[in-house]
């Protein structure tokens, strides 16, 4: 009978430590996984911030760099930026507008993909409507900017942007905020040249303004349109439209970090490697392990 009893408490002794090893071995499994999401998320956001291509952005004095970024790939065609935001990016074009949805602008797979001109629209932006696309991203990466044009306050301080091409600068006056579904045939086609055509594109426009300015869009005018995601409606895109001008709109400031004192320490944690943070969580699991077990101890010593 007491072997039997020390065989049982031994039996005991045994599943429980299997059951603390398996419970330890299920969180750093999670922990692993989410370690490596958060790693995998930031390599996203790295891979989308403006500030890769600062090395590369033409003014018309200099624009030997920004040669070098098109020896690079040659479906760069120039440059886009919105005043006093931190949308400042090369200008891709190719011939599908799915290619560049996942690729960045040195030609490499990237899932934040690149800002990019409607494969339809001339590249020397004649069309009466050119239409350029971005993802809408967090962190003010990519299109994300242009979501926040959707505040009116945001829409009335932002008046104005920049658009490279042709080795020259040209200003672009903003009109418009957009709210449109994604299926909208007449606002995401390029529209004829017909005085007819026009005037009803620019009626569709003014039919779909969340804001505007009071400013008279013509025939003659050239307009961009920068497109991208929003969830407010379903299949929604928010739409930023202006018109090209001769006159050049230089920004007023540099765009300032809109994060947060969490947003700097969450920027700071990422960068530490993700090896560490599992290292850390193993030493504090097997730490916490060690002192369930000799409480164990301890009370089996009792009884």
Known sequence: ???????????????????????????????????YMLWDSNQVYQAAD???????????????????????????????????TNVNYPLLQAEDDDTYMNTDAEGKYSLSGSIFLHCANKPDFSDFNNMIYGHHMEKHMMFGDVGLFADKEYFDEHPYGNLFFDGKDHGIEFYALIQADAYN??????????PAAKQAYLQEISDNALHKRNIELTENDHLVLLITCTS????????????????????????????????KLKEKMIQVPVIYWILLLIIVLLLIDRKLKKKGKKKHENS
Request: some cysteine; proline content about 3%; overall charge neutral.
């Open 232 to 263: 407010d409606m379903t299949n929604g895109r928010n739409i930023l439209v202006g018109r090209l001008t001769d006159q050049v709109y230089p920004e007023k400031e540099k765009a300032k970090n809109l994060g947060t004192g969490i947003d």
């Open 1 to 35: 009978m007491f072997h039997m009893k020390k065989a049982a408490k031994f039996l005991v002794k045994i599943v429980d430590h299997m059951v603390n090893f398996i419970a330890l071995l299920l969180i750093l499994m999670v922990m692993f996984l989410s370690c």
């Open 185 to 194: 045939e007449r606002l995401f086609s390029v529209s004829s040249e017909e």
């Open 50 to 84: 403006a500030k890769n291509y600062e090395a590369y952005i033409p003014t018309e004095k200099h624009t030997k760099s920004f040669e070098e970024l098109q020896k690079i790939n040659p479906d760069i065609i120039g440059w886009i930026r919105i005043n006093e």
